[in-house]
């Protein structure tokens, strides 16, 4: 992390914006799906179209 900070704003103030952040930060989790291989080859394990069709 550089030790440097050129905002006009404060870190807290960046990662907390407000009261409720303050409470409940949430932080999601940013990582690659299997590095590079599964960024570029996803697959969808959702049921095929074929069966959202109304009879």
């Not at 409720?20 to 799906?33: C, E, G, H, L, M």
């Amino acid at each position: 992390m550089d030790a440097e900070w050129n905002r006009p704003y404060s870190r807290e103030l960046a990662c907390y914006p407000s009261v409720q952040t303050q409470d409940a930060k949430y932080w999601p989790a940013v990582n690659r799906v299997d590095n590079v291989y599964g960024d570029r080859n996803l697959i969808c394990s959702c049921p095929g179209i074929e069966n959202y069709i109304d009879e």
